[in-house]
């Protein structure tokens, strides 16, 4: 019973991201380079991830918490998606296209964190230690999130909406499977919970803290270089296609770009010995720099003699992303008194997976567009690579002189995965 409670949540979290790693990396490209989109209105399109994030996690957290199974509301969600990318298949215009794709992002937002709490519940009630159990099942999301994007690759329909269908077939199978998974009822309650703390909304008592407000600000401010990467990079290494025809990262852009995300998987690993070495503060100033290097090389790299900083970027992106997601949830979870931590950490994923999201797609749309020859259409993507690279070396400098913090070598003993 025991070994079927993982692998089922193995098959559960291999679809959750598989029907995001789909479409996610590919989209970007598809939209310029098929449907003739501006930078900003790619932009838009992705910033609906962002402004999903604001109010939709909590929204599904407090139904999922008061009245419908878990499962079964994951279980609608990913029938609702499946629905939606069809759909968005035969969209071709942004008006048409923009609304789907809000209500996409609106459908699959809540369902990572519903993904999660699905599998505390059921490893919780089959008596599994969380801590060691749930990283090694989480791992297959990255997984499936990687193969997704060679699925997509390898059928070269990176720039073709099948990838839509990709991802609706992804959903459909999960849509159905999470019925059949055991049922995570709501669990009621003495202590019922007053409007504001059902919405998270009591952890904005920690803007009281300077020192809060500071990290909160530079957490929006890196929040927004999290994404660009994957919105411009497919339709970057794709402009190579005239000079570096046969370059396996412009034939295979999205398996190449992929490699970032098996960088993520291990650089996970790491971060308790640099957190126990370094510090928060540091550590985050490492995944800073580090976001400085991934615009960077990809500023300076191409297909060709300079494909080693391609790969370098590639490399780095895992110490970027992994280094300032874990070290800042570790943050907020040693300052936030207990009783609002779980508010604290959604305040948190606001600041970054929602404002931050939201200023970074517009924000990056703009300087696209700003430098794209209007008659040529051709990005300038040395430029505006170097643009991204600077302004995260202005928000890490700033940060190295504003934001104090005491390293305690036992912080990295709280680290939860």
């Known amino acids: 019973m025991q070994f079927s409670i993982k692998n089922r949540l193995i098959i559960m979290n291999f679809l959750q991201f598989f029907s995001w790693g789909a479409w996610l990396l590919s989209t970007g490209a598809y939209l310029a380079v098929n449907l003739k989109f501006s930078g900003?209105?790619?932009?838009?399109?992705?910033?609906?991830?962002?402004?999903?994030?604001?109010?939709?996690?909590?929204?599904?957290?407090i139904i999922a918490d008061k009245w419908l199974s878990a499962n079964k509301l994951l279980g609608i969600c990913h029938l609702s998606l499946a629905g939606l990318m069809i759909v968005l298949f035969n969209l071709k215009d942004f008006n048409s296209f923009y609304p789907i794709v809000f209500l996409i992002s609106m459908f699959y937002m809540p369902t990572i964190a519903l993904g999660n709490s699905i599998s505390y519940a059921l490893l919780e009630k089959n008596n599994f230690d969380i801590i060691k159990v749930f990283p090694p099942i989480r791992v297959w999301g990255t997984v499936g999130f990687i193969l997704a994007a060679w699925f997509v690759d390898f059928f070269d329909w990176g720039i073709s909406p099948n990838q839509y269908y990709v991802s609706g077939g992804a959903s459909l199978l999960l849509g159905v499977f999470a019925f059949l998974l055991p049922s995570c009822r709501p669990e009621k309650s003495e202590n019922k919970k007053t409007l504001i703390q059902s919405l998270g909304l009591d952890a904005f008592v920690l803007f009281r803290k300077k020192k809060i407000v500071i990290f909160f600000?530079?957490?929006?401010?890196?929040?927004c270089v999290l994404q660009i990467s994957n919105m411009w990079g497919d339709g970057f290494l794709r402009d190579f296609s005239t000079k570096?025809?046969?370059?396996?990262?412009v034939k295979h852009s999205l398996m190449f770009l992929s490699f970032s995300m098996i960088s993520e998987a291990l650089f996970i690993l790491s971060i308790p010995f640099f957190l126990k070495r370094f510090g928060i503060k540091k550590v985050m100033l490492m995944s800073m720099f580090a976001w400085v290097l991934r615009f960077a090389f990809f500023g300076i790299g191409d297909p060709g003699s300079g494909f080693i900083f391609l790969s370098l970027s590639m490399v780095i992106y895992g110490m970027a992303f992994d280094f300032f997601n874990i070290s800042g949830s570790l943050f907020i979870e040693k300052e936030a008194n207990p009783s609002i931590r779980s508010s604290a950490q959604g305040l948190f994923m606001l600041m970054t997976n929602g404002l931050g999201a939201i200023i970074g797609a517009?924000?990056?749309?703009?300087?696209?567009?700003?430098?794209?020859?209007?008659?040529?259409?051709?990005?300038?993507?040395t430029t505006i690579w170097m643009i991204f690279a600077l302004y995260s070396f202005i928000v890490a400098i700033v940060f190295a002189i504003i934001f104090r913090y005491k390293h305690d070598p036992q912080e990295v003993q709280n680290i939860n995965h």
Not at 244 to 249: E, L, T, V
Not at 365 to 371: C, T
């Open 40 to 61: 900003i209105q790619i932009g838009a399109v992705y910033g609906t991830m962002g402004f999903a994030s604001l109010f939709m996690p909590a929204i599904v957290g």
């Open 217 to 223: 600000i530079f957490s929006m401010l890196l929040g």
């Open 244 to 249: 570096y025809a046969d370059s396996f990262a």
């Open 362 to 381: 517009y924000g990056s749309g703009f300087v696209i567009d700003l430098y794209t020859n209007v008659e040529t259409k051709q990005e300038d993507w």
